[in-house]
């Protein structure tokens, strides 16, 4: 089992810049694909990006492509979003999760464990 926390949320202006930290518990932190998910209010879950084990491989979501990126240091345990370019659309509660699929997911369920989640806002 693996625990995930979430850090480096905050309030931030359009075309600001943000980071996300999310450290893993455990010893067995390069087993998991990882991936970050938002959620605005009133809005579902959505995918926003993912690496894989060794980070050879990285997803985007349309929408943040060529202004986010993801990686990893499995020597600390943790994932990074880089959040550049932020727009008010961006404005959500992050979540990091962990699948131990070989391949990282693109949905929520291919995911095994998830974080509490940074509220990230973006004013206009």
């Known amino acids: 089992q693996v625990q995930l926390v979430e850090s480096g949320g905050g309030l931030v202006q359009a075309g600001g810049s943000l980071r996300l930290s999310c450290a893993a518990s455990?010893?067995?932190?390069?087993?998991?694909?990882m991936g970050w998910f938002r959620q605005a209010p009133g809005k579902e879950r959505e995918f926003v990006a993912a690496i894989s084990r060794i980070g050879s491989m990285t997803l985007y979501a349309d929408s943040v492509k060529g202004r986010f990126t993801i990686s990893r240091d499995n020597d600390k345990n943790t994932v990074f979003l880089q959040m550049n370019r932020l727009k008010p659309e961006d404005a959500a509660v992050y979540y990091c999760?962990?699948?131990?699929?070989?391949?990282?997911?693109?949905?929520?369920?291919?995911?095994?464990?998830w974080g509490q989640g940074t509220q990230v806002t973006v004013s206009s």
């Open positions: 455990g010893r067995t932190f390069s087993s998991y694909a």
């Open positions: 999760a962990a699948s131990l699929s070989a391949v990282p997911p693109r949905i929520s369920r291919g995911y095994d464990y």
